[in-house]
């Protein structure tokens, strides 16, 4: 039994759930929904449409306004203070979108968009895939274009520049999901090696091994990491710098951050643990042989015969 071999064992597999849950939080309807890398609270999008009621009276633009006014305030009756809570069902859109790593889920607010500590109540995510391409303007159109106003976000002044931003950043997201399955392969196979280790004693090719696949673990989880906060940090300020006006807000996953720098921390143990042992495995093996070279022949009933011809 090795037991400095527990450490690096357990920090091995700690960094493998982790890094699972990042994978798959939120991968289907409600499965760890508070772990989204990016929420859009869409409950007040298109508010300012009521504030443009009066200044643009005329034209095309006049009746489609003055159409979803008196839509509203006929559901309303005439109450405009509850919009938060009405205005994302006219427009056929939901009142929340949040991006996981394989999906993107939809849903209200419960009990409604303005309550303190609103929870989320899902309605539904599309289908998971390697590499979902978070592309919100795609997404609320086509929900725009089939709600009971007709209208798509030019119309309520949504601002391309959000989406050609997230663009930006977006291709660099794509990878993360080799990166962490690449960082997962490897953490899985830390925990059999370290496990063998544990319990025999491993030679220092097997801790030399073994601090190789915590390092690419850790550094395929790091990179992971920080495409994933950065991506949280330009997607979030590009929405809110664009989107607030028109009611769009944007919040970041602080859950999903911390597992995904946990795993990196705990990897980060788990390769200090594994090259300590290789250095004092070194230092063992080498007192070893002088052991064996000066008491060489009395341990000879135990030792392996050929270690004489050393001497
Ligand atoms: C006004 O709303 C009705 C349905 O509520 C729709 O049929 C009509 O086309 C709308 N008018 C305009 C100008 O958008
Ligand atoms: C929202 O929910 C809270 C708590 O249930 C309630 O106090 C508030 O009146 C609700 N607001 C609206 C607009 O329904
Ligand atoms: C959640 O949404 C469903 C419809 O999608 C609805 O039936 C249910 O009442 C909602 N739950 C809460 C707590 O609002
Ligand atoms: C959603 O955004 C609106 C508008 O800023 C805000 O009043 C509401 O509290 C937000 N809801 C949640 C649950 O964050
Ligand atoms: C999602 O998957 C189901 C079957 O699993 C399929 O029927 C459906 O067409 C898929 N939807 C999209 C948008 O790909
Ligand atoms: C949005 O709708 C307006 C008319 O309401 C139309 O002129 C415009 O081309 C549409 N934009 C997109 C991107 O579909």
Request: one cysteine or more; hydrophobic letters at 45%; charged letters at 20%.
């Amino acid at each position: 039994m090795r037991f400095t071999a527990l450490l690096p064992f357990a920090c091995a597999v700690v960094a493998f759930i982790l890094s699972m849950l990042c994978l798959f939080a939120g991968h289907k309807r409600g499965f760890m929904e508070d772990y989204h890398i990016l929420t859009v609270n869409t409950s007040t999008l298109g508010h300012n449409l009521f504030n443009d009621t009066a200044s643009s009276s005329s034209g095309i633009f006049g009746s489609l306004f003055s159409n979803i006014t008196n839509t509203i305030e006929n559901d309303l009756d005439g109450a405009l203070d509850d919009l938060a809570d009405k205005l994302s069902k006219e427009l056929g859109i939901e009142q929340w979108y949040s991006l996981h790593l394989m999906d993107l889920c939809e849903g209200t607010y419960a009990p409604n968009a303005t309550a303190n500590r609103a929870k989320k109540n899902v309605t539904s995510c599309t289908n998971e895939t390697a590499m979902y391409h978070f592309d919100l303007e795609k997404t609320l159109n086509e929900q725009l274009s089939v709600g009971d106003l007709h209208i798509n976000l030019s119309d309520i002044g949504w601002p391309d520049t959000i989406q050609d931003d997230v663009n930006k950043v977006n291709v660099a997201l794509d990878a993360t999901f080799v990166l962490y399955v690449i960082g997962i392969a490897a953490a899985g196979l830390l925990i059999l090696t370290s496990f063998v280790s544990v319990f025999l004693n491993g030679s220092r090719l097997v801790s030399f091994g073994n601090w190789g696949l915590a390092v690419i673990s850790f550094l395929t989880l790091l990179a992971a990491s920080i495409i994933v906060t950065v991506f949280q940090d330009k997607a979030a300020s590009a929405i809110n710098k664009y989107g607030n006006d028109i009611g769009a807000y944007a919040y970041k996953g602080k859950k999903y951050l911390i597992i995904t720098w946990v795993s990196v921390a705990v990897m980060f143990l788990a390769v200090l643990a594994w090259m300590v042992e290789f250095c004092v495995g070194r230092r063992n093996s080498r007192r070893e042989y002088t052991e064996k070279r000066i008491k060489g022949p009395r341990s000879r009933k135990w030792g392996p015969t050929p270690r004489r011809a050393l001497t």
